[in-house]
């Protein structure tokens, strides 16, 4: 079945430790994308990559790093440097074609909790 | 910038009755696309439904309908014979046509009563 995965499902994290999430998806999107989840709150966009080897920070990028080595694979970094890494991250990815994408759509997500 | 906003935290429906979810937004804009989605406990967001802003005729995707004005900036949600799996999270998303990032508001949390 073609689909978005995401893993681990729940992570925990000692302060000071980087981590890495990871995403796959094949539906043959070209575009990904990180957001990330608190209580009371929409979801706001980490980063997202258009093409392999290619990626834009979105509205809160500090403190997180990512890669587009294959066009399935898009993992996210939480370095030491973010200082409030407890939320719930889900991936995305889309379609690109014409100049712009299509439908985003999600993973599982993932429960990152520092301890 | 582009905001999107959803005024009812919460809301109730009985089962197999009809609710409408609010949602305004406020762009410059004129080519844009709107989103619904759902978010069940299980907390993955699943794609309820679409709206192209140069399409007026809403979009309807079988109990789920919208009403969208764009002179208003307006686009709800309606959802008809309500089912205890309609019960979730829902976020209202604006996307600028061209442009990757999605902006969402902040949800509403809709709950059926048996």
């Known amino acids: 079945d073609g689909g978005i995965t995401q893993s681990p499902k729940y992570l925990f994290r000692k302060e000071g430790q980087n981590v890495t999430l990871s995403c796959e998806q094949n539906l043959n999107h070209d575009a990904m994308y990180w957001y990330r989840q608190d209580p009371g709150q929409g979801l706001r966009l980490i980063y997202y990559?258009?093409?392999?080897?290619?990626?834009q920070k979105g509205d809160i990028a500090e403190g997180y790093s990512v890669s587009r080595e294959k066009k399935e694979s898009f993992p996210l970094t939480v370095t030491s440097a973010q200082k409030n890494p407890t939320a719930f991250y889900l991936c995305?990815?889309?379609?690109?074609?014409?100049?712009?994408?299509?439908?985003?759509?999600f993973g599982p997500g993932t429960r990152l909790t520092v301890l | 910038a582009q905001t999107v906003t959803q005024s009812q935290p919460e809301m109730s429906v009985q089962e197999a009755e009809t609710v409408t979810l609010s949602c305004t937004y406020d762009?410059?804009?004129?080519?844009?696309?709107l989103f619904w989605y759902k978010q069940p406990p299980s907390r993955q967001m699943i794609l309820v439904i679409r709206?192209?802003?140069?399409?007026?005729q809403n979009a309807t995707e079988n109990r789920f309908s919208v009403n969208f004005q764009k002179a208003a900036k307006s686009f709800s949600l309606k959802i008809s014979d309500s089912q205890l799996g309609d019960a979730a999270m829902y976020f209202c998303?604006?996307?600028?046509?061209?442009?990757?990032?999605?902006?969402f508001g902040i949800g509403t949390k809709l709950q059926v009563i048996p």
């Open positions: 990559s258009q093409i392999v080897n290619d990626f």
């Open positions: 762009t410059s804009e004129s080519d844009y696309y």
């Open positions: 995305a990815s889309s379609m690109f074609s014409g100049g712009t994408t299509d439908t985003q759509y």
């Open positions: 998303a604006y996307r600028r046509w061209g442009y990757q990032k999605v902006t």
């Open positions: 709206q192209e802003a140069y399409k007026q």
